[in-house]
Nanobody, 125 residues
Framework: QVQLVESGGGLVQAGGSLRLSCAAS????????MGWFRQAPGKERELVSG????????YYADSVKGRFTISRDNRQKTVYLQMNSLKPEDTAVYYC??????????????????WGQGTQATVSS
């Protein structure tokens, strides 16, 4: 069993930065690939970034490539999403998700085993 708790969302102006954190409980965190998804009102949940269980492989959606950076600390059981050069279109609820040895970049939400409650990120123009 893994429980995920996101934090770090907030309101920021366009061009600013936010750092999201996802803290996990459970002894097997290092066996899970992780993903950051986002969902804007009226839109489907989409994968923004993913990282493999070891941290050796990462994935970024084209819309965030070069602006967002995903990382993980398995000793701290935490995964991070550094978001720079934010745009109004990045406004969404951001969710972290865990999948047992899931490949980084797996876009189907149904393939993930555990989800956090989400954190709101709002970018004003």
């Amino acid at each position: 069993q893994v429980q995920l708790v996101e934090s770090g969302g907030g309101l920021v102006q366009a061009g600013g930065s936010l750092r999201l954190s996802c803290a996990a409980s459970g002894r097997t965190f290092s066996s899970y690939g992780m993903g950051w998804f986002r969902q804007a009102p009226g839109k489907e949940r989409e994968l923004v970034s993913g990282i493999s269980w070891s941290g050796g492989a990462t994935y970024y959606a084209d819309s965030v490539k070069g602006r967002f950076t995903i990382s993980r600390d398995n000793r701290q059981k935490t995964v991070y999403l550094q978001m720079n050069s934010l745009k109004p279109e990045d406004t969404a609820v951001y969710y972290c998700a865990a999948g047992w040895y899931i490949v980084a970049g797996t876009r189907d939400p149904g393939r993930y085993d555990y989800w956090g409650q989400g954190t709101q990120a709002t970018v004003s123009s």
